[in-house]
């Protein structure tokens, strides 16, 4: 740390650079000459600020080209004598506990910072940097602020920092805590987020729902329609019933719930689960199923029939192949010439009639 003083001398044959310029803390255009200025190193850990530079430019606004220093100065008004700068001290409560003279300067050890002696406050006052636009105030305990204005920092490294305007730069790195109001940019870089303190729901896009589903209604499910999902229960079907339930759904069967059978008609495996029906014999179109009896309201029609006992009823159709026929038993019709009868009716033959050939059969005459 370094500092420059000026006695703001009454000669009026200033220059920029001469001997005088420095006495006087002016240089000509300037109305306010300086009192004292305090320079600590910058970054780069090196005092490059003379005390000309600071006379001519930093007073103004205008930091040097060549060098990244802090510079704090204290104008003539702050103090109505001439400055002096007494013994260091250890701490601010050792400087609290003295009485200074006006404008007299002291370093306290344990903040790094100058203080200045104000009779009219009856107290000292840290020396602060004024810079153009805004003001620069150290507490001394490690805590920077700047107000009024606005400043370019090539980095900042902080354990904490509180900003009421917008901040902009290409990179930060805090090792504390960083709290805004709202943040806007690319967070793709953010870890160890508190799901928590999310708004909105993740998109299916990103591996999300994209579906709201605190106020989701018992038995509702995710169902995919098309370009994400929807919240929707099971809808019951015929011999389907549908129970929703808080974290269930429970279906059921409306419909058939048991089986039997029939004795020597239909057959079950069970009742509930895997049934098997069957019946008593085989009944495919090439099977010979046997019956004990049939009883047939209407006509047996087929390609052949066997029977082992006697058939009773009408009967039509071709006759050719029926033997052990009676003769007694024929209750209509006659026997024709070609089959070796007389086809002629001789039940009411008259006394001394006879068959007489007639060329195509028989007459009785």
């Known amino acids: 740390m370094g500092y420059c003083a000026w006695d703001n001398t009454s000669a009026t044959d200033v220059t920029d650079t001469g001997t005088l310029a420095y006495l006087a803390g002016n240089v000509p255009g300037n109305t306010t000459p300086l009192l004292l200025a305090v320079l600590s190193p910058g970054r780069n850990g090196a005092v490059d600020t003379t005390c000309n530079e600071i006379l001519v430019n930093v ?114 790195t805090f090792s504390g805590t960083v709290t805004a109001n709202a943040f806007v940019g690319d967070g793709s870089g953010l870890t160890n987020l508190n799901v928590g303190s999310f708004s909105g729901t993740v998109g299916v896009g990103s591996g999300g729902t994209g579906v709201d589903a605190s106020a989701a209604a018992n038995g509702t499910l995710l169902i995919g329609n098309g370009t994400g999902y929807t919240l929707s229960t099971l809808t019951a079907g015929a011999g389907v019933g549908v129970v929703n339930g808080s974290g269930t759904i429970t279906l059921s069967n409306t419909g058939v719930t048991s089986i039997t059978g029939t004795a020597d008609q239909l057959i079950t495996s069970g009742s509930t689960g895997d049934i098997t029906l069957s019946l008593p014999q085989a009944i495919a179109a090439t099977s010979t199923p046997t019956f004990a009896g049939a009883v047939l309201n209407g006509t047996l029609t087929g390609t052949d029939a066997n029977f082992s006992g006697t058939v009773t009823g009408t009967f039509s159709g071709n006759g050719a192949a029926l033997t052990n026929l009676n003769a007694g038993n024929l209750s209509s019709g006659t026997i024709g010439v070609a089959r070796g009868g007389t086809g002629v009716d001789a039940s009411a033959a008259a006394n001394g009639t006879l068959l007489i050939g007639n060329g195509t059969g028989y007459t009785l005459a």
């Open 59 to 172: 007073r103004n606004g205008i930091r040097p080209a060549n060098g990244d220093d802090f510079v704090s100065y204290v104008l003539p008004e702050a103090s109505a004598a001439a400055s002096d700068f007494g013994d260091t001290v250890a701490d601010k409560t050792t400087l609290d506990g003295t009485t200074g003279q006006d404008g007299e300067v002291r370093l306290v050890k344990e903040e790094n910072s100058l203080y200045f002696y104000d009779t009219g406050l009856g107290a000292w006052q840290r020396v602060t940097n004024t810079t153009g636009d805004g003001v620069f105030t150290d507490d001394g305990l490690g805590n920077l602020s700047y107000t009024a204005g606005g400043t370019t920092v090539g980095a900042l490294t902080a354990t904490s920092g509180t900003f009421s305007g917008a901040v902009g730069g290409t990179a930060a």
